[in-house]
């Protein structure tokens, strides 16, 4: 395994930094953002030329790494974006906004911002679904915070936020935002995401036996019978993950609105499907983080809704 630590240079040097993310967003030499042209272009120079810009000869305009990813307009130096992007990558139950504003010497506006761009990037999209021939995949939900409208006299899990997750054993963790734990939320959402060639893994709860006669395997453990586990049937996988989860939101963030709560999951998600186990060190999380950038732009007013 590489050496885990980012080097003080790549940390502390604006224009090292920037290298280092334009050897990992464009490995094959820069793409120009506008036109997609990679032949005609050239790096600007001068001492008034910013660091890292280039010009494209096709389309005739400027651009930089930032240009079309999160980084987009942001006048954080690149270097604190990388310091920020690996505390997050290698913190198991994440960083507060708080503390990631004094370890950078941000304001904490900039520090809460700076959180949610980098969650964006953790996001994975256009995925296929999970499993597979032999694979074992176990899915769950958990509850947690408090729903932003909640109905009257509403009592239980019906006034908290409703987490679906999935997670193949020895693979990855894909996590949802539902409505609630009823058919019509639970069973589209596994059926998109999980192959019918899979062995799928349960608790007792109805929501599941439907969608798990279309699967290769059913098996299903009772918890209110006080049955956890029963050969290879069980559910701790997706209830160790939920414990790294639950122990981070309410240790580390405490608080979270709804309208955040999805990006707080792909941030769990992204640290666990890219965990050492399965061969990814701290340098390495960081890296994949920086390639989830492109093609996705989060501005300060749509963070807050």
């Not at 885990?4 to 334009?22: D, R, T």
């Not at 604190?80 to 290698?90: K, P, T």
Request: a positive charge; hydrophobic letters at 35%.
């Amino acid at each position: 395994m590489a050496n885990s630590i980012l080097s003080a240079k790549v940390m502390q040097n604006e224009a090292a930094a920037i290298a280092w993310v334009e050897a990992r967003v464009w490995p094959q030499g820069p793409v120009c953002p506008h036109c997609g042209g990679f032949d005609r272009i050239g790096k600007m120079a001068g001492k008034a030329t910013r660091i890292g810009l280039y010009k494209c000869y096709q389309c005739r305009k400027q651009f930089t790494v930032k240009v079309g990813t999160v980084f987009e307009d942001s006048h954080v130096p690149m270097n604190l974006w990388l310091q920020a992007m690996y505390l997050l990558c290698s913190s198991k139950k994440g960083i507060s906004s708080n503390q990631l504003s004094r370890t950078l010497g941000v304001t904490l506006k900039t520090a809460w911002f700076m959180s949610h761009r980098i969650r964006e990037a953790m996001r994975v999209v256009g995925v296929e679904p999970m499993g597979g021939a032999g694979e074992v995949v176990e899915v769950d939900e958990t509850y947690i915070g408090r729903r932003a409208i909640v109905p009257k006299g509403a009592k239980g899990w019906y006034n908290k936020n409703t987490v679906l997750t999935l997670v193949q054993r020895g693979g990855s963790a894909r996590s949802f935002h539902v409505d609630g734990n009823r058919l019509d939320d639970i069973v589209p959402v596994v059926e998109a995401n999980l192959k019918r060639e899979s062995a799928m893994m349960t608790d007792e709860a109805p929501v599941y036996r439907e969608v798990g006669k279309a699967m290769a395997a059913h098996g299903t453990v009772n918890h209110g019978q006080d049955e956890y586990v029963r050969g290879a049937i069980h559910t701790n996988t997706v209830e160790g993950f939920y414990s790294i989860f639950k122990r981070g939101m309410k240790g580390t963030y405490q608080h979270c609105k709804e309208k955040h709560l999805h990006r707080y999951l792909a941030e769990f998600d992204f640290r666990y499907s890219n965990r050492v186990r399965l061969g990814v060190d701290d340098v390495e999380r960081t890296a994949r983080a920086v390639k989830g950038i492109v093609g996705k732009r989060l501005t300060y007013a749509t963070s807050h809704k």
